[in-house]
């Protein structure tokens, strides 16, 4: 899953931290919630470009369609694995606020 996950962020574009960054002896430590913020910002940053070349396209500034569905494309794709990664910690959350310590 987190393969899946590390190579979807990676082919929209986005960086993904190495080991080192996640947990890892050497270089700069990066939490989960840091990880989580940067994969957030990127796909906002995705929507926020999507939505400025369609502005574009539909006052006439851009005769391209097809970057621009490409675009559209890749930010609703971001925004889905983003739904899904938050589906996944909600479901985690609920199982451990299941067990009994």
């Not at 899946?4 to 080192?20: N, R």
């Not at 559209?72 to 067990?99: C, G, H, P, T, W």
């Amino acid at each position: 899953m987190s393969n899946a996950i590390t190579s979807s962020l990676a082919g929209l574009g986005g960086t993904v931290p190495s080991s080192t960054q996640i947990g890892g002896t050497e270089g700069p430590k990066s939490g989960f919630g840091t990880t989580l913020r940067t994969a957030i910002n990127q796909m906002d940053q995705l929507s926020q470009d999507s939505e400025g070349q369609v502005t574009q396209l539909l006052q006439g500034d851009r005769q391209d369609i097809h970057n621009v569905m490409i675009a559209v494309e890749k930010a609703d794709v971001a925004f889905q694995l983003m739904m899904q990664v938050r589906n996944k910690i909600v479901n985690a959350y609920e199982e451990v606020s299941k067990m009994q310590f």
